[in-house]
């Protein structure tokens, strides 16, 4: 692939090749992974939004994930509420526990933190992923995502194509690829 810098020095990262096809496969380019290689993990923040985090979770399982489907670790943290006597926050909080803990998730494990006492936002984000705290972590990339959003079904091929593409091309490691635009 060809990229091209733009002024800034940003580096403009060139879109997948279209095909009428639903979902690669690899026989269509898609990457087999080698063994005991970790697929991404997905971690989804929310606090007292229901109704978007039951949409974000159902889109999420009609993303198509490609080679890391039954792979992919999803984890739902719920931050917890400041002040628990607010009535229709607390309700709406406890909806939200409700929905993900009820979720089941069709495209590898599922896990549901509820934070004992209110973090944040930061706070959440900044905990997210910390694969420095569990050596068996090896995964090279983690998609975290605010209960407000909605990812195309194609987002996670996007994700690996991104992945396979600029792997080492920088020197460094990728610190942010965007799922959202402007």
Do not use: M
Not at 130 to 143: I, K, S, T
Request: proline share 10%.
């Amino acid at each position: 692939p060809v990229h091209k810098e733009e002024p800034g020095g940003r580096v403009a990262v060139p879109a997948p090749p279209r095909s009428n096809a639903s979902v690669p496969c690899a026989s269509q380019g898609a990457v087999a992974r080698p063994a005991g290689w970790q697929a991404p993990c997905i971690r989804v923040l929310t606090f007292n939004r229901p109704a978007s985090l039951s949409r974000l979770l159902d889109q999420l399982n009609r993303l198509k994930f490609g080679t890391d489907d039954g792979h992919v670790e999803l984890l739902i943290s719920i931050d917890a509420p400041k002040n628990p006597s607010d009535g229709s926050r607390y309700w709406q909080w406890q909806e939200s526990v409700n929905v993900a803990r009820n979720f089941t998730f069709t495209h590898g494990p599922k896990s549901v933190r509820v934070q004992p006492k209110h973090a944040g936002l930061v706070r959440q984000w900044l905990d997210a992923w910390q694969p420095e705290l569990d050596p068996a972590d090896e995964r090279e990339a983690c998609v975290i995502l605010e209960d407000d959003v909605l990812p195309s079904t194609l987002a996670w091929i996007w994700l690996q194509r991104a992945l396979d593409v600029y792997r080492g091309a920088f020197g460094v490691p990728i610190a942010s690829l965007g799922w959202q635009r402007p």
